[in-house]
């Protein structure tokens, strides 16, 4: 592990020189939209006008005027909110710690719905005319019906953590790795073992994974690990902006940037205390600072 990381850390000096010697200044912080201190700042998502911010200690969804770059309105969720996604006319926040998904209209700003999932919900998100959320504590993932607010399929998987809808399936993450899930039958079509199998992202043409290795690469023509980039850890929840992955390194406050056609980190920026969510919204990137008082956005 040392010498990978070694490796990743000379691969990563290189790439910002080379930068540096083409005049290339990096993404440009657009702006730190200042939000409550002590609030723990999650995770971002577009709905309507606004972009929605999840507070874990204080469990509520700020609205931020992307225009202003300020917060406007706040609505009261459950406790530990944080993965949240946007479908249906609605914003679907995981409550961590009630065991609830809040759904939120984004017409109104209103908390309509609490749905019980079971325990320790994480990275609720919206797909194929669905809300889903990995359920840690029970070991399952659910599928949300928005016309009924309540729980209409489990599938076990062993402290699940992270869904992503893409490629016309849903892709979760689990102990033992990664299964793919056709939302038209419910049935599990692909497993691919992936060691700590985290967090997730999807682009043009491919799925990415956080792990205990870093970042890996899944082909989804083929249902196989096609790369893997070592990026030390704990990793957050990346995301793929306008065709770059990038990858929050927790602890190192900074997120790491990941080209997807070298499948290498090119560079990585300062991004706040404790960043654990990158959201892309609009081409840019939005990122809570977990352990700041500030949602940074960056435009590539």
């Not at 899944?218 to 990026?231: E, F, G, Y």
Request: glycine share 10%.
């Amino acid at each position: 592990m040392r010498s990978a990381v070694a490796a990743a850390l000379a691969l990563l000096l290189s790439a910002s020189a080379t930068a540096a010697e083409a005049g290339d200044t990096g993404p440009a912080l657009v702006a730190k939209i200042r939000v409550p201190a002590t609030s723990q700042p999650c995770a971002a998502a577009a709905g309507g006008r606004f972009v929605w911010v999840s507070t874990f200690a204080s469990s509520s969804l700020l609205r931020i005027d992307p225009h202003t770059n300020a917060v406007v309105g706040r609505t009261t969720v459950g406790s530990g909110a944080c993965g949240l996604g946007a479908g249906a006319g609605s914003l679907w926040v995981e409550d961590t710690d009630s065991a609830t998904v809040s759904r939120v209209s984004i017409r109104t700003a209103k908390r309509v719905a609490a749905i019980q999932v079971g325990a320790q919900p994480y990275d609720a998100t919206f797909a194929f005319g669905s809300a889903w959320a990995t359920v840690h504590g029970d070991g399952t993932l659910v599928r949300i019906d928005p016309s009924r607010n309540r729980v209409v399929k489990r599938f076990p998987l062993l402290q699940a953590i992270g869904v992503v809808g893409a490629f016309g399936s849903v892709w979760a993450t689990g102990a033992d790795g990664v299964v793919r899930i056709d939302p038209a039958t419910n049935r599990i079509v692909a497993r691919i073992p992936l060691e700590g199998a985290a967090w997730t992202a999807a682009g043009n043409d491919a799925v990415w994974f956080t792990s205990q290795a870093g970042l890996s690469r899944i082909d989804p023509a083929t249902n196989t690990i096609t790369a893997t980039v070592a990026i030390s850890g704990p990793l957050g929840d990346p995301a793929v902006i306008r065709g770059a992955v990038w990858v929050p390194r927790v602890r190192a406050d900074r997120v790491a940037i990941v080209d997807p056609v070298s499948n290498a980190v090119t560079r990585t920026v300062p991004a706040g205390g404790g960043p654990f969510v990158v959201t892309e919204i609009n081409g840019e990137a939005w990122v809570p600072s977990w352990h700041g008082r500030d949602v940074r956005r960056f435009r590539p």
